[in-house]
T-cell receptor, first 111, second 113 residues
Framework: EDKVVQSPLSLVVHEGDTVTLNCSYE??????LLWYKQEKKAPTFLFML????IEKKSGRLSSILDKKELFSILNITATQTGDSAIYLC???????????FGKGNQVVVIP | ETGVTQSPTHLIKTRGQQVTLRCSSQ?????VSWYQQALGQGPQFIFQ???????GRGNFPPRFSGLQFPNYSSELNVNALELDDSALYLC????????????FGSGTQLSVL
């Protein structure tokens, strides 16, 4: 069974800080890893990673995948209060059509 | 905003009752997946529908069933509700049964008393 472990489960930072979120996984036949941001209810797509070592960037957010060590990192620089959310990591196995999610990283950014 | 709409937004039921949740997929998307998210947990895959056929199912009992209609909207039905069914039910649409990039709706918050 696919397994995704995220750390830290929750953290509180001040505006302007940099945040690093970790996602480690076990999957039989890795296809992709996805990051979502969940502010209230609907998770919104951030990144999809399939290849090791290629950083994906979107504004202050970036993510990278290490397929050898089986983990991904999501970085948020110069955090803002609007970055407060739960960040969900999910993996997809070639053998099925489902996303296997971790418990999420809850980030609180205080002014 | 993803264009995926779910109804109702909130629902309160008692144990043993039945419930139907509805989802309209994003325009052009032919695949709908349903996830259950308990408090403090990540979403758990229930099942996926692709072109009106079930296309994968997670570890949920048969009392969780679904439908997809010709316009690709979908329903999730849960019979004989249990207290542990209290959760946020998320619907997600995508283009193609093997497409992992999902667009989620805002969910239905179900409380079972």
């Amino acid at each position: 069974e696919d397994k995704v472990v995220q750390s830290p489960l929750s953290l509180v930072v001040h505006e302007g800080d940099t945040v690093t979120l970790n996602c480690s996984y076990e999957v039989t036949n890795f296809r992709s890893l996805l990051w979502y941001k969940q502010e209230k209810k609907a998770p919104t797509f951030l990144f999809m990673l399939t290849s090791s070592g290629i950083e994906k960037k979107s504004g202050r957010l970036s993510s990278i995948l290490d397929k050898k060590e089986l983990f991904s990192i999501l970085n948020i620089t110069a955090t803002q209060t609007g970055d407060s959310a739960i960040y969900l990591c999910a993996v997809v196995d070639y053998g099925n059509n489902r996303l296997a999610f971790g418990k999420g990283n809850q980030v609180v950014v205080i002014p | 905003e993803t264009g995926v709409t779910q109804s109702p937004t909130h629902l309160i039921k008692t144990r043993g009752q039945q419930v139907t949740l509805r989802c309209s997929s994003q325009s052009g998307h032919n695949t709908v997946s349903w996830y259950q998210q308990a408090l403090g947990q990540g979403p758990q895959f229930i099942f996926q529908y692709y072109r009106e056929e079930e296309n994968g199912r997670g570890n949920f009992p048969p009392r969780f069933s679904g439908l997809q209609f010709p316009n690709y909207s979908s329903e999730l039905n849960v019979n004989a509700l249990e207290l542990d069914d209290s959760a946020l039910y998320l619907c997600a649409s995508s283009l193609g049964g093997g497409n992992e990039k999902l667009f989620f709706g805002s969910g239905t918050q179900l409380s079972v008393l």
